[in-house]
């Protein structure tokens, strides 16, 4: 049986690969704050762990430009797979009210089923009371700028979304060392308690509540987002197009083949009339 999270322990860089370059300010938020003539400014603050796991409505959380495309991709390639679906709600960057006396984080991504509004213009946070749902998935993408902050991501993070009853949470992560993506994943069991998703020989990630795979890329830039069963890849806008064209190309390749064929029958019989 896998050990529960509570037994986990996570790789912690040495203290020089942890610190932020110099040159970098570091994962910042920007928060609008009302001064004492009652004007309503935007502050520029320090993200803290604190910060990061209970943030205000409205913040605006800068942890890089690598850390935005990737959660940018994957939301984007949610919200198209269940863009179908009337009762399945795919947020991003959203403040969740999940259970009286925990923290209220804002995911980078979560997933839930049964929500009785798709798309309500005034839902500015998720209120699991409200809703009458809680995330079935919640996806968070590592921003590793600062050591604490991952360790929120890894470790708190994990042990609040496990006593809110959130059934599987993943986490893509990565470290300074390298910046290659890993996949860590949490499942919960009969008892309620998280227990970690096994990759498999493929180094795919299946989230059963969303009948999704998820694998890194080869070069770990990327979080690809596979079918389950049937290894269908999703594809984002770019790749779409890239599709679209070359079948269109194939398309007329094979149209042009069988106008060069007829023309070529049409010769033969030409020639056998003679």
């Given amino acids: 049986m896998a050990d529960p999270i509570r037994q986990i322990t996570t790789t912690r860089q040495p203290r020089s690969l942890r610190l932020v370059?110099?040159?970098?300010?570091?994962?910042?938020?920007?928060?609008?704050?009302?001064?004492?003539?009652?004007?309503?400014?935007?502050?520029?603050?320090?993200?803290?762990?604190e910060r990061f796991l209970n943030p205000h409505i409205g913040d605006q959380m800068t942890q890089g430009q690598r850390h935005?495309?990737?959660?940018?991709?994957?939301?984007?390639?949610?919200?198209?797979?269940?863009?179908?679906?009337?009762?399945?709600?795919?947020a991003g960057d959203m403040k969740h009210f999940l259970a009286p006396g925990l923290p209220a984080p804002g995911p980078d991504i979560s997933v839930s089923r049964g929500v009785r509004v798709k798309n309500d213009a005034r839902r500015f946070s998720f209120r699991v009371k409200k809703e009458g749902v809680r995330p079935c998935l919640i996806l968070e993408v590592v921003s590793p700028l600062d050591e604490r902050l991952r360790q929120t991501d890894l470790e708190t993070k994990a042990k609040v979304y496990e006593s809110a009853g959130i059934e599987e949470y993943v986490i893509v992560d990565s470290v300074l060392a390298d910046l290659r993506y890993r996949l860590v994943g949490y499942r919960l069991d009969a008892t309620g308690?998280?227990?970690?998703?096994?990759?498999?020989?493929?180094?795919?990630?299946?989230?059963?509540?969303?009948?999704?795979?998820?694998?890194?890329?080869?070069?770990?830039?990327?979080?690809?987002?596979?079918?389950?069963?049937?290894?269908?890849?999703?594809?984002?806008?770019?790749?779409?197009?890239?599709?679209?064209?070359?079948?269109?190309?194939?398309?007329?390749a094979a149209e042009d083949e069988i106008s060069r064929l007829r023309a070529e029958i049409e010769r033969l019989r030409g020639d056998s009339d003679c």
């Fill in 193 to 252: 308690r998280y227990l970690p998703i096994e990759l498999d020989a493929e180094g795919r990630l299946l989230s059963a509540t969303t009948g999704l795979w998820f694998q890194v890329a080869p070069d770990g830039e990327r979080v690809f987002v596979f079918e389950h069963p049937s290894g269908r890849r999703l594809l984002n806008s770019v790749e779409h197009e890239d599709q679209a064209k070359r079948e269109a190309e194939a398309r007329k």
């Fill in 21 to 49: 370059p110099e040159e970098e300010p570091g994962p910042t938020v920007l928060r609008w704050v009302k001064g004492p003539a009652g004007k309503v400014e935007p502050v520029e603050l320090p993200l803290t762990p």
């Fill in 68 to 90: 935005f495309e990737t959660v940018a991709e994957i939301y984007a390639l949610l919200k198209d797979h269940f863009r179908a679906n009337p009762n399945i709600l795919v």
